[in-house]
């Protein structure tokens, strides 16, 4: 049974971290290509896009690994 919730909870919320993900590398690469083009601002633009990938791709797969390791601690004995 504890299987069936995982698989249930990983099918609810793979779309909205996949959602997630596109909007804010759709988000990043606006912002990339409608800031001027000094060099400082796009190193720092690039900067910033790189943290915010990195994480939400890290928080995505917590979430992932979470679910999937996770589940009621009284299932096991």
Known sequence: MSQIKKLGTLILFL??????NYLTFTIVINFI?????SLPRQILIA???SVCLTLNLIVS??????IVRGG?????I
Not at 33 to 37: G, Y
Request: aromatic share 4%; charged share 20%.
């Open 15 to 20: 779309p909205i971290l996949l959602v997630s």
């Open 47 to 49: 900067a910033t896009a």
């Open 72 to 76: 009621d601690s009284d299932d096991e």
């Open 61 to 66: 797969a917590g979430l992932i690994c979470g």
């Open 33 to 37: 290509t409608t800031w001027p083009e």
